[in-house]
């Protein structure tokens, strides 16, 4: 009778040899098949199939085993479909990336400004500008440029597959953070229709994106996918039978950008540009870094529905509020004086009505909720501040013009600046170069720059109690000058004083300084006393006043640059008060 081993194969060798010898082992142990020399004979050929062909599974098996998991996977396109539901984009190639600082400009840098960069061996890269920067007394500080070839205005109109709501790129050089998409509304029938960008969207679902224009990312092997929302919840939908798409994007070298610190503007935006260099280009990579996406892919995937950034909070609280701009979110290290540990969101809202805080109490309750530990949420009411702008201008010369023809054009310039008015804005921005650009499209004979524009801030205030103002942007207060912050007003001793802002070109701008307080004589002359009443920061925009007045004071102060921006708790109020011709 035929006699089969007892001894079952040893499992777990997956090596060629130890298979092999588990096979020939277990032959050895029966007596159907014997008499065989199993380490010469031919039987050895077909061990060694049976050993080829369980070797080549098992590491089959085995490599299908770990692409299943993100720890393990080693493959790019296994790590694009495992990241994919969990919202997180595998980067193409990555641009290198370096900042400079450049001066002499005369106009502001647009986004997509083009520079040169030479490395160690001469070779010349170009270098581009992905956002535009505010050139702000001639200098813009902290440009950061992204090496690579740019493609802009591509028509990819023709790409666009309407019933999926995408369109395919088929190129793995691009470096997606440099991506413009833009959308002409019936561009298809009207070439005149402006082009809108549209924003890349983090989130499907998220509240901040039904009915806007966003789009998303989706990466394939050989390239990735845009694509728009199907319905009005994940944004909105494009139809190419009416509607052009255009993108913009750099094709980057990758690693071989790195290095270089020698750069030059190939765009002209100042006869006399110079080039400072603040970090030399680092970062550019050929594939993405896997070992990092596993790290960072769940970590971002479980930030999601929580209140981590501003921007969290922002979609959390929205469905509270008819508008976007009816509230805002801000850190308490924003603040001052800072208050760190806090988030603060801001609405017209008032504790004391019932309704106001029973709203007030449910956002606290689903920030309290989401909010990362250590981070509290607090409600602040809104603070009202009014902001003037007053405005010059004049003709070039040799113009031939009426009375009427220039008070017509000053009457279409008032309306213009009236297009920029609010009654109450939260992080409200204007920008005096916007302003002239518009102007000076409309009306090339006139003469205006940002030093025609004066936007100062004036407030009356009464009572006795501390006055802090914290206006978040440069004051436009010369070093030693006499500068009258407040009008005349009678301290706790009935003596009539104002309070003159007063600095020395050696003092740092973030540090404060007291102001110094002038007594009136009977005379009708000041003197200065030694009381201290006040101090203020020049760079922060920040007035303290402090308590001990008997009448009310008003604080008067103009902003540096033409510029002014808020982020904070500040719901400003802006008018263009006067328009004049010089």
């Given at each position: ?261 020698n750069f030059s503007l190939v765009d002209n935006l100042g006869s006399n540009v110079n080039i400072g260099l603040v970090q030399k280009s680092s970062d550019g990579a050929d594939t993405p870094n896997l070992d990092l996406i596993k790290f960072a892919a769940p970590k971002l995937f479980g930030a999601q529905n929580r209140a981590v950034t501003k921007e969290d909070i922002k979609g959390l609280i929205a469905p509270f509020f008819a508008n976007p701009g009816d509230f805002n979110v801000f850190g308490g290290e924003e603040l001052f004086p800072q208050r760190f540990g806090r988030v603060f969101f801001t609405a017209d809202l008032d504790p004391n009505n019932q309704e106001d805080a029973g709203k007030i109490q449910n956002i606290f309750n689903i920030l309290s909720e989401k909010c990362v530990v250590t981070v509290l ?206």
């Amino acid at each position: 009778m035929a006699s089969y081993p007892k001894q079952t194969p040893t499992l777990g060798n997956i090596n060629f040899n130890d298979i092999k010898k588990s096979i020939t082992d277990y032959l050895k142990q029966q007596d159907v098949i014997k008499d065989f020399n199993f380490e010469g004979s031919v039987v050895q050929t077909l061990i060694n199939v049976l050993a080829y062909n369980t070797y080549y599974y098992a590491f089959y098996s085995n490599m299908v085993a770990n692409e299943v998991y993100l720890d393990s996977a080693q493959r790019l396109d296994s790590i694009i479909s495992l990241t994919k539901p969990l919202g997180y984009f595998v980067p193409l190639r990555t641009s290198a990336r370096a900042v400079v600082n450049v001066s002499g400009l005369t106009q502001n840098i647009p986004q997509y400004a083009e520079f040169r960069g030479l490395n160690g061996d001469g070779v010349a890269f170009n270098f581009y500008t992905i956002k535009s920067y505010e050139q702000i007394d001639s200098d813009a500080l902290g440009v950061e440029i992204y090496e690579g070839i740019l493609t802009e205005q591509l028509d990819v109109t023709n790409l666009f597959d309407n019933e999926n709501q995408r369109f395919f790129v088929n190129d793995q050089t691009v470096d997606t953070n440099s991506l413009k998409v833009e959308i002409q509304r019936g561009g298809i029938s009207d070439s005149e229709q402006p082009f809108d960008t549209w924003i890349l969207a983090d989130n499907f679902g998220s509240t901040t994106v039904a009915n806007q224009n966003v789009y998303y990312l989706e990466r394939a092997n050989n390239g990735f996918y845009v694509l728009f929302g199907k319905t009005n919840s994940l944004g909105n939908s494009v139809d190419t039978s009416t509607d052009k798409i255009r993108i913009s994007y750099i094709s980057t070298n990758g690693s071989r950008g790195n290095d270089i610190f020698n750069f030059s503007l190939v765009d002209n935006l100042g006869s006399n540009v110079n080039i400072g260099l603040v970090q030399k280009s680092s970062d550019g990579a050929d594939t993405p870094n896997l070992d990092l996406i596993k790290f960072a892919a769940p970590k971002l995937f479980g930030a999601q529905n929580r209140a981590v950034t501003k921007e969290d909070i922002k979609g959390l609280i929205a469905p509270f509020f008819a508008n976007p701009g009816d509230f805002n979110v801000f850190g308490g290290e924003e603040l001052f004086p800072q208050r760190f540990g806090r988030v603060f969101f801001t609405a017209d809202l008032d504790p004391n009505n019932q309704e106001d805080a029973g709203k007030i109490q449910n956002i606290f309750n689903i920030l309290s909720e989401k909010c990362v530990v250590t981070v509290l949420p607090e409600f602040t009411t809104p603070k009202a501040i009014s902001i003037s702008n007053d405005v010059e201008f004049s003709f070039v010369a040799n113009r031939s013009s009426t009375n009427t023809q220039d008070e017509i054009i000053k009457s279409e310039i008032q309306d213009i600046l009236a297009q920029y008015d609010t009654n109450g804005e939260y992080n409200f921005t204007f920008n005096s170069s916007e302003v002239i650009e518009e102007i000076l499209a409309n009306y090339p004979e006139v003469l205006i720059e940002e030093s025609d524009f004066r936007l100062y801030y004036e407030e009356s205030f009464s009572g006795t109690d501390k006055i802090t103002i914290n206006l978040e942007n440069e004051l436009d207060i010369p070093a030693f000058t006499q500068y009258e912050l407040t009008n005349e007003f009678k301290n706790s001793l009935n003596e009539t004083i104002k309070l003159i802002a007063y600095y020395t070109s050696g003092q740092n701008k973030f540090d404060f300084f007291n102001l110094k307080t002038y007594k009136k004589l009977s005379n009708g002359t000041f003197t200065e006393i030694s009381t201290t009443m006040g101090r203020m920061n020049l760079k922060k925009g920040i007035i303290e006043i402090y308590a001990g007045r008997l009448t009310p004071v008003t604080v008067a102060v103009n902003f540096k640059n033409s510029y002014f921006s808020t982020k904070t708790n500040n719901r400003v109020a802006f008018k263009t008060k006067s328009v004049e011709i010089k």
